[in-house]
C-alpha cells in the first residue's frame, strides 16, 4: 500500500462549487503539504502543517483552506472554485532530521482537478 | 532562493550511465543540493541529496564540484523506468517551513531508449 494517499485522484467540478481533496499517509510524518503544480511552474505551496495543531500559509494560500484531522490526515479546500485553479495538486509529508539539516518529502499520486 | 539551472532534456541509451548536470551558482554555505524526480502520472519522488562531500545510494550517486557551484546527478545503468523529469533542488538548512516552494523548476527531462 502506497505511504500517502489521495482522494480523489479525478475531479471535473464547475466554478463556484466547493471541493475538498484528501490525503492520508502512513509514515507517521508529523509534517505535510499540500502543492499545486502547474505546466511550466513548477510546484508551488499552498499550505504545510507541522503538526495538528500548527498550520502555515504558503505562497499561493489564497482561495484555499486546510484542515489537518489528525496527524495522518491534512484535507485541502476550494471554497468556490474557479478555473484557473485547474491544476495538479500533490500532497506531501516530510519528518525533519535535526542532525542532517534538511528533510525529505514524500509525495502522493496526485489530484488532477479540472475546474469549468 | 537560490536559483538552480538545468538542461531542458537529455537523452541515454538502456544500460548506460546518465550524467545529469546542474548549475547553482549563486548557492550558499547552508544549501543543501537536493535531487526528485517525477515519473509519469506520479508525484515527485526524492532520488538523492548532499551539502559538499559526493553521496551515493542505491538509486544513484550526486558528484558536487568542489566550489558547490554545480552538480551532477548519476544514474549508472539507465533503464527505462528511469525516463522521467529530474529536478535540481536547493534546500537551505536554516528554512524550518519544511515546503521547497516554487523551487520546482521545470528541470531535465530524460528520455531513455531501449
Known amino acids: 500500500d502506497a505511504d500517502v494517499t489521495q482522494t480523489p485522484r479525478n475531479r471535473i467540478t464547475k466554478t463556484g462549487k466547493r471541493i475538498m481533496l484528501e490525503c492520508s499517509q502512513t509514515?507517521?510524518?508529523?509534517?505535510m503539504y499540500w502543492y499545486r503544480q502547474d505546466p511550466g511552474l513548477g510546484l508551488r505551496l499552498i499550505y504545510y502543517s507541522f503538526d495538528v495543531k500548527d498550520i502555515n500559509k504558503g505562497e499561493i494560500s489564497d482561495g484555499y483552506s486546510v484542515s489537518r484531522q489528525a496527524q495522518a490526515k491534512f484535507s485541502l479546500s476550494l471554497e468556490s472554485a474557479i478555473p484557473n485553479q485547474t491544476a495538479l495538486y500533490f500532497c506531501?509529508?516530510?519528518?525533519?532530521?535535526?542532525?542532517?539539516?534538511?528533510?525529505?518529502?514524500?509525495f502522493g499520486p496526485g489530484t488532477r482537478l479540472t475546474v469549468l | 532562493d537560490a536559483k538552480t539551472t538545468q538542461p531542458n532534456s537529455m537523452e541515454s541509451n538502456e544500460e548506460e550511465p546518465v550524467h545529469l548536470p546542474c548549475n547553482h551558482s549563486?548557492?550558499?554555505?547552508?544549501?543543501?543540493i537536493h535531487w526528485y524526480r517525477q515519473l509519469p502520472s506520479q508525484g515527485p519522488e526524492y532520488v538523492i541529496h548532499g551539502l559538499t562531500s559526493n553521496v551515493n545510494n542505491r538509486m544513484a550517486s550526486l558528484a558536487i564540484a568542489e566550489d558547490r557551484k554545480s552538480s551532477t546527478l548519476i544514474l549508472h545503468r539507465a533503464t527505462l523506468r528511469d525516463a522521467a523529469v529530474y529536478y535540481c533542488i536547493l534546500r537551505d538548512a536554516r528554512d524550518y517551513t519544511g515546503g521547497f516552494k516554487t523551487i520546482f523548476g521545470a528541470g531535465t527531462r530524460l528520455f531513455v531508449k531501449a
Open positions: 506531501a509529508t516530510s519528518d525533519y532530521f535535526k542532525r542532517e539539516g534538511s528533510d525529505t518529502q514524500y
Open positions: 549563486t548557492i550558499s554555505g547552508t544549501d543543501y
Open positions: 509514515k507517521g510524518h508529523d509534517r
